[in-house]
């Protein structure tokens, strides 16, 4: 069984590290960044809901008092995530806008410490400081920001979308079936890119072409790329990765599809022809060894522990000694 989640989570990896080379077709086709997510989207919400329709509806039952979160869950971990990731693989390449992305669990570092109050093992503050060093040696910071500064923000910005994705898909019940929650949360997110993609003001024609990067590189039929984006990039990655993770722990999942950042960068290179520094190549390293370090010690957390109640004297009315001993244990 866990050789088995092992395979799936390194394919799954694998299909996910397709989405930016992809779309990088679909931008030089004339699509715009956002009208690429919002095709995206669009084809696999309408696949995947067809699908389930018909061997598993049940899963595309969602509980009323659900419906906010999944608003938020299309929002912020599908639409955010996927439209600042498209825009930033615009001003960078796919290597680096993935390291950026990858900086999440280190955001879920400081989050849960911060906000959640819980406390953390050395190894997660060793990790983000590790991923942030080479995030600093990725953009040559002492070269003054070689790399597009609008490039960097926005790849940050789909890292904190990434991070809510972690921190939804970690607080979402036994009452939501992950995979109808993939369905609906792509397709709320086609219905909110909407507005700005203007999908009737796509140049569909588009897909009738054949394009060669602007970096050159190998030349690919535009419906190619879209349905290999659609179907193995979207659809087939994200089932995979469910499975996987039922099959594995959560931190075991996570480290495994972090994989995505060298696979991305090297389908980057075999089919659009970007390539790396060596100083790309060192800190990529650092952030994703800083990246998986801080995940894997989030995994193992513990709250914070409250105060210890003064002892009341025996004998004394509400004293521990008449207490519920499940109260006194809490209260330890």
């Known amino acids: 069984m866990r050789y088995a989640g092992l395979a799936l989570a ?3 990896s694998w299909c996910f590290a397709f989405s930016g080379p992809m779309a990088k077709y679909l931008n030089t086709a004339g699509l715009a960044p956002v009208e690429a997510v919002w095709t995206r989207m669009a084809g696999a919400g309408l696949l995947l809901l067809a699908v389930l329709a018909v061997v598993r509806p049940r899963a595309l039952r969602v509980p009323r008092s659900r419906l906010p979160f999944l608003g938020l869950y299309a929002i912020v971990a599908v639409a955010g995530v ?3 990731y498209f825009v930033a693989i615009t ?3 796919v290597g680096i806008a993935l390291l950026l992305e990858f900086m999440a669990p280190v955001m879920v570092v400081a989050w849960v410490r911060l906000v959640r109050r819980v406390r953390l093992a050395p190894a997660a503050y060793i990790g983000a400081v590790t991923a942030v060093v080479g995030l600093a040696i990725v953009v040559e910071a002492w070269q003054g920001m070689r790399i597009d500064a609008l490039g960097l923000l926005l790849g940050l910005l789909a890292g904190a979308c990434c991070a809510g994705y972690f921190l939804m898909s970690d607080s979402f019940g036994e009452d939501v ?5 993939i369905a609906w949360g792509m397709t709320g997110a086609a219905v909110v890119l909407a507005p700005f993609a203007r999908p009737w003001d796509i140049p569909w024609s588009a897909f009738t072409a ?3 990067p602007a970096e050159g590189g190998l030349s690919l039929p535009v419906p190619v790329a879209y349905l290999w984006m659609v179907v193995v990039a979207t659809v087939v990655a994200y089932i995979l990765g469910v499975n996987a993770v039922r099959r594995l722990s959560a931190a075991v999942g996570a480290t495994v599809a972090s994989l995505e950042v060298i696979g991305g960068a090297v389908v980057a290179w075999a089919l659009l022809g970007e390539t790396l520094g060596a100083f790309q190549i060192v800190g990529g ?4 060894a800083g990246a998986l370090l801080a995940q894997t010690a989030t995994s193992s957390a513990r709250p914070v522990p409250e105060p210890a109640l003064p002892a009341e004297p025996v004998g004394s009315a509400g004293s521990a000694g ?4 499940a ?3 809490a209260r330890g």
């Open 177 to 181: 079936d992950p995979l109808g929650l």
């Open 10 to 12: 390194f394919v799954s």
């Open 322 to 325: 008449s207490a519920d001993p």
């Open 91 to 93: 001003r960078l390449p």
């Open 82 to 84: 996927q439209s600042l």
């Open 210 to 212: 054949t394009v060669t």
């Open 285 to 288: 390293l650092l952030v994703l």
């Open 327 to 329: 109260e006194v244990r």
